[in-house]
């Protein structure tokens, strides 16, 4: 060295690289560097270098000693793999890195809710930092809508879910009905009264059963299966009338019911309603709807007003009736064949035609 030792001695210094460029999702120091220095580049949450989730999260760059940077790397999306498979739902997503979304739709029938709700039928699921997906919202999956949320089907029975519709069960002594208008169905009460239900008389439907209103001359009866049934008021076996029949005669003992055949009666041989020969003898009585017969008419014997005038001979009376008979006897002197020893007296019996029989003659 010579000269002036005053005279500015020159230094080494590092060369400077400047600052280092910006690397895509990293924090990249802002700050000149030198030769010799170092820094630690973070990747932005989410991403890494090898698009793992825990590992390469960072890196070293250094200045080298052409002013130029080294052990710069990129910082990539962290890697979720696979959509991940969710029941009753599907998508056309494949695979999905970091920030990425899936986008599923639910089967018909299907929500994330159970509400039918269009919004609850889609949903999206998200790659996140730490290489899962984000979970599927409400319920965590895809499940049966319950169609019971706006359907009670009534006070008499229980809603049953199923896939895209419902049922109902009902109670005892109801069934499901559907209305045709509004698809609405409801448990209504059996109708039990079926088209031979209480004959003729008016069927009232009832819970587990049925009531009939009988018509009058029928009253209410249980027939095989303990069903009620209207039936014809029984009023028995008809009346006997004094000097009468009924035809056919077996009528006279059969049981008889309302509003079947009328019961005929015959009046017995010499007897008519009035009384006269060669009138009216025949009459019928009704079962009534009070289960009674009707009054019965009376036969009366045939009457014999005007018997015949046997020439010397008295009679005991000027009139009689059917099978009855007036006695004649003869005058004093007078016999029935003319001769002392014959008898004086004799009877003419009255006859089914109101005419006496022939009186023989008093002979002297």
Known sequence: MSGNADSAIPTCRAVSAGTAAAIDNANVPTHEMFYGDKAT???????????????????????TADGGFSGIESCVPVDCGASPNVSHASTSTNKATFGASASYNCEAGYSTDKTAAPAAATFTVTCEADADFSE????????????CADHTCGPRGTCIDKLEDYTC???????????????????????????????????????????????????????GTKQETCEAKLCGVPPEVKNAATTPVGDGAAKHFFAGNDINYVCDAGYTLNGKAA??????????????????????????DKPPTVKNSKRTGSKTTY????????????????????????????????????PPSASL
Do not use: H, W
């Open 279 to 304: 009138t009216k003898n025949t009459f019928d009585i009704k079962c009534k709807a009070n289960g009674k017969f009707s009054g019965a008419s009376k036969c009366q014997p045939v009457k014999c």
């Open 41 to 63: 580049v973070n990747c932005e949450t989410g991403y890494s270098t090898g698009g793992k989730p825990t590992e390469g999260l960072s890196f070293e760059i250094s200045v």
């Open 136 to 147: 599927v919202p409400d319920l965590g999956k895809c499940v049966n809508v319950d169609d």
């Open 323 to 358: 099978d009855k008979s007036i006695k004649f006897t003869c005058n004093k002197g007078y016999s029935i064949d003319g001769t002392t020893d014959g008898d004086s007296s004799f009877r003419v019996t009255c006859q089914e035609s109101e005419t006496s029989a022939k």
């Open 169 to 223: 069960a009902c109670d005892a002594g109801f069934e499901m009905t559907t209305d045709m208008t509004t698809e609405e169905k409801t448990c209504g009460n059996i109708n039990d009264c079926g088209p031979d239900a209480c004959g003729v008389g008016e069927c009232i439907d009832e819970v587990l059963g049925y009531k009939c209103k009988c018509p009058s001359g029928y009253e209410v009866a249980m027939e």
